[in-house]
């Protein structure tokens, strides 16, 4: 079965810093999201990206992020200026139509630790 | 706005039993679906069911089935013969059609334990 590919599956980086997740969304899916889950808590909302824009962000999805679709596969979510609670596992997931009847595949995650 | 309740933070189940995790949702929405997912210990997100508000039958996946009462506004998730695999958080989540149209909103998650 097709699936999402994140890279890296970890990433440690110091406080202030920028990083970017990496994505490969599913080749025939038109729409992309991130998600980020806390330890230990619920799977949380960031973004959601269609036709090249952004469709839907969250609260947490503040001027500190932003996604980019630089090419035909990848799909990036870049955090300029890293926090104490960035700390989490970023999900990106794809799916082929508009959510609503279409299942969402999640990639593995990245998990991101700031020191 | 919309919300998803998972009550049951932990439950232990004997092998080969069946279980009933729960799920409760609020919406205005005219239009929904309601998905579950599990995540086991390595980390990923699997889906496992969907259930739309007009389907007329409960959805069925193998050993899954989704017990959508529309009125209670519930969507349990049950799981006949339960395996040691099946040891995992399990979410709910839904999409709504205004609410939520370019999303899908994810409740607390039960951690289920598989007992051999």
């Known amino acids: 079965e097709p699936e999402v590919t994140q890279t890296p599956s970890h990433q440690v980086t110091q406080m202030g810093q920028e990083v970017i997740l990496r994505c490969v969304p599913i080749?025939?899916?038109?729409?992309f999201y991130w998600y980020r889950q806390i330890l230990g808590q619920k799977v949380e909302f960031l973004v959601s990206?269609?036709?090249?824009?952004?469709?839907?962000k969250s609260e947490i999805f503040d001027d500190q992020f932003s996604v980019e679709r630089p090419d035909g596969s990848n799909f990036t979510l870049k955090i300029r200026s890293t926090k104490l609670e960035d700390s989490a596992m970023y999900f990106c997931?794809?799916?082929?139509?508009?959510?609503?009847?279409?299942?969402?595949?999640f990639g593995s995650g990245t998990q991101l630790s700031v020191l | 706005a919309q919300k998803i309740t998972q009550t049951q933070p932990g439950m232990f189940v004997q092998e080969k039993e069946a279980v009933t995790l729960d799920c409760t949702y609020d919406?205005?929405?005219?239009?929904?679906?309601l998905f579950w997912y599990k995540q086991p210990s390595s980390g990923e997100m699997i889906f496992l069911i969907y259930?739309?508000?007009?389907?007329?039958q409960n959805a069925t996946e193998g050993r899954y089935s989704l017990n959508f009462q529309k009125a209670r506004k519930s969507a349990n998730l049950v799981i006949s013969a339960s395996q040691l695999g099946d040891s995992a958080m399990y979410f709910c989540?839904?999409?709504?059609?205004?609410?939520?149209?370019?999303?899908?909103?994810f409740g607390s998650g039960t951690r289920l334990s598989i007992r051999p």
């Open positions: 997931a794809s799916s082929e139509g508009r959510t609503g009847q279409e299942k969402l595949f």
């Open positions: 080749s025939n899916h038109l729409y």
């Open positions: 990206f269609y036709n090249n824009e952004i469709s839907e």
């Open positions: 919406t205005s929405d005219p239009s929904y679906g």
């Open positions: 259930q739309g508000s007009y389907d007329q």
């Open positions: 989540a839904m999409w709504g059609l205004y609410s939520s149209a370019s999303k899908i909103i």
